[in-house]
């Protein structure tokens, strides 16, 4: 009998043994993962970019879109580090990034933007949070500039969802027929960067005041962010 028990025993504690080291991989890989965090979120959002305007023009559903820009904003919003406030802020990213999709199917299109505008908020804020680290770094290292480079594309994607969605809540905010998600975004970088095209025109006070804020802020990203960053590495490399 006791013959019999030991394998079953050893059994046991072998798969014991495997779940002790599977909870074990969890915890190194949350800590490579806040290691690298603002790298993996501009390669993310650099990837982003790219495939954004590749699915529109092959045609590919809307929902394809949002769904990526739903993971980018989640990576944005995983180093967040608020504390107790982290994991509600996580559940709300989770209840809007279900609320969206569920607003529209059921025909409302106000609700929809609305979800898509707290979108837009919590990626600014996450672009705060990102830019509010890289400018506390006492030496200058390869995540604190991927922080502002991340910062940088995090306010040009969802200032352009912002214009988008304001777009849906209130037609005729800006100077074109068709104001696409993607036409949004890029009027969003061309207001950020002060380029100034024209052919995409801010028609209303909300718009024009919102415009001004992103170019400002454009502005005095590469002002201010830039001189302190390299001032840091200089200091670093003196050291």
């Not at 009998?1 to 798969?15: D, I, N, T, V």
């Not at 820009?69 to 279900?98: D, T």
Request: glycine residues 8%; proline residues 3%; charged residues 10%.
């Amino acid at each position: 009998m006791f013959s019999e028990g030991l394998p079953c025993a050893q059994k046991c504690r072998a798969l014991t043994d495997k779940g002790t080291v599977g909870m074990s991989i969890l915890p190194d890989l949350w800590r490579a993962y806040l290691q690298r965090r603002y790298t993996i979120l501009f390669y993310t959002l650099l990837f982003m970019m790219v495939a954004s305007p590749v699915m529109a023009a092959l045609g590919l559903s809307g929902t394809l879109v949002e769904s990526l820009l739903a993971a980018c904003l989640l990576v944005a919003v995983m180093p967040v580090n608020v504390g107790r406030y982290q994991s509600l802020l996580l559940a709300i990213l989770g209840m809007v990034w279900l609320l969206r999709p569920v607003t529209a199917w059921f025909g409302h299109p106000t609700l929809s933007a609305i979800t898509l505008c707290i979108w837009t908020l919590i990626g600014l804020f996450a672009a705060a949070v990102a830019l509010r680290f890289a400018m506390r770094g006492a030496k200058v290292d390869a995540e604190h500039l991927f922080a502002a480079l991340s910062a940088y594309l995090l306010a040009g994607i969802y200032f352009g969802l912002l214009y988008w969605a304001l777009e849906q809540i209130h037609s005729g905010m800006f100077s074109v027929s068709d104001f696409s998600r993607a036409g949004a975004i890029y009027f969003s970088f061309v207001t950020l960067a002060t380029l100034g095209y024209g052919d995409i025109v801010p028609r209303t006070d909300v718009a024009r005041g919102f415009a001004i804020v992103e170019g400002v802020g454009g502005q005095l990203f590469l002002a201010v962010l830039v001189a302190r960053l390299v001032s840091s590495y200089s200091s670093s490399a003196k050291d």
